[in-house]
């Protein structure tokens, strides 16, 4: 059995790598603006887990696109 991602899923990888790459630029922007240490915090967090989330979707996108 392959594992191998239909048409549809592979569109919808690329959907939400759109989506966690806005989600990236606009906390990345918001940082350097807000001054609440706080949120600059939950900022920087989501801005490091973003990027590990892009890593990985790419990833996963570059595996399907060398099996096909």
């Known amino acids: 059995m392959t594992n ?4 549809h899923e592979r569109l919808e990888l690329h959907e939400i790598l759109t989506f966690k790459n806005l989600c990236l630029t606009k906390s ?3 940082h350097g603006l ?3 240490k706080q949120l ?3 900022l920087e967090t989501d801005v490091s ?3 590990v989330h892009i890593e990985q979707l790419n ?3 570059e595996q399907e696109g060398e099996g096909a």
Do not use: D
């Open 4 to 7: 191998q991602l239909a048409l």
């Open 28 to 30: 990345s922007t918001m």
């Open 34 to 36: 807000v001054g609440c």
């Open 40 to 42: 600059k915090s939950i």
């Open 49 to 51: 887990e973003g990027k």
């Open 59 to 61: 990833q996963l996108l």
